[in-house]
């Protein structure tokens, strides 16, 4: 069983119920404790003790529920642990730069009202990490392919409605970005 940080075994069964027990359910069943133990290679006493905490942290943060039958304790994956597993992702998330730039630019524009505050200033910042350089307030710049990426990041927040996603190919002064990013 791999090492985990403290809360990260926890995560990492989240995201797992989430992909796993998709499967499962579509194979006509829920996940059980005992699947997740198999699926964490937890074989000694020590292990399937980690595995049984971070399952009942879970469950006291209401992020998952756990059911019983036939005999077995059932575990489902509440809305609160969808949007948690939300978070983690949004967390992971990398654009993936390709070995030759295609020429194009990929321009991310919003408009967030104010009662929206934390989503705007959320964004700004998620594009920042993602490397976007910011050319106006509200608008970013990137060479790299990221419609999915922005999808994801708008849908999080609840404001895609608000982002505007341009592919551009010339902006004006655009040799300062392109020494910025690396780019020839």
Do not use: C
């Not at 964004?123 to 710049?141: A, C, E, H, T, W």
Request: no cysteine; glycine share 8%; proline share 3%.
């Amino acid at each position: 069983m791999k090492k985990h940080t403290k809360g990260g075994l926890g995560k990492t069964i989240l995201k797992g119920l989430v992909v796993g027990g998709l499967i499962l359910v579509a194979l006509g069943g829920s996940p059980s404790v005992s699947q997740i133990m198999k699926l964490f290679g937890a074989q000694n006493s020590n292990e399937r003790q980690r595995v049984n905490t971070a399952i009942r942290s879970l469950r006291k943060k209401r992020l998952v529920k756990i059911s019983y039958e036939k005999d077995k304790e059932i575990i489902q994956i509440t809305r609160g642990g969808r949007n948690r597993v939300l978070t983690y992702n949004i967390d992971d998330i990398k654009l993936k730069k390709p070995q030759k730039w295609d020429g194009h630019w990929r321009v991310v524009t919003f408009d967030i009202p104010n009662t929206k505050k934390k989503a705007r200033d959320a964004i700004n910042m998620k594009l920042k990490d993602l490397g976007f350089l910011p050319i106006q307030k509200s608008i970013f710049v990137s060479p790299y392919e990221a419609i999915n990426e922005i999808d994801f990041i708008g849908e999080h927040f609840m404001v895609r409605k608000n982002i505007k996603y341009i592919i551009a190919k010339k902006i004006e002064g655009d040799s300062e970005l392109k020494r910025r990013f690396g780019l020839r």
